[in-house]
């Protein structure tokens, strides 16, 4: 049975780092793509990242690079994003998404998906 929880959400501060994780079951994270995904109130859902399996390249979305890291861990089967100087935009859900190959960075090409962790940046 393939899951994936996601966890490390929470309050930060503008300007302040955090790190949130993945854990699969059912599959390895190296056997396939996987990524994080997020969604603002009111706003679709958005790529922030993805570990393309095909060529081992992690995608960044639009103006994130900067500010966001994708790693994965294969002994841990999880994979991580570390978020530095947040700001009050990068409030949402941040979601952890996978499938067997990599068809571009939107939400409709991930078949599993996890539950989803809140991150709120604010003072």
């Known amino acids: 049975q393939v899951q994936l929880v996601e966890s490390g959400g929470g309050l930060v501060e503008p300007g302040g780092s955090l790190r949130l994780s993945c854990t699969t079951s059912?599959?390895?994270?190296?056997?396939?793509?996987i990524g994080w995904f997020r969604q603002a109130p009111g706003k679709e859902r958005e790529v922030v990242s993805v570990?393309?399996?095909?060529?081992?390249?992690?995608y960044y979305g639009d103006s994130l690079r900067d500010r966001f890291t994708m790693s994965r861990d294969s002994a841990k089967n999880t994979v991580y994003l570390q978020m530095h100087g947040g700001e009050p935009e990068d409030t949402a859900v941040y979601y952890c998404?996978?499938?067997?190959?990599?068809?571009?960075?939107?939400?409709?090409?991930?078949?599993?998906w996890g539950q989803g962790t809140q991150v709120t940046v604010s003072t």
């Open positions: 998404a996978a499938d067997k190959t990599y068809s571009g960075p939107y939400d409709r090409f991930y078949a599993y």
């Open positions: 059912g599959f390895n994270v190296a056997d396939v793509t």
């Open positions: 570990f393309k399996k095909e060529d081992g390249v992690v």
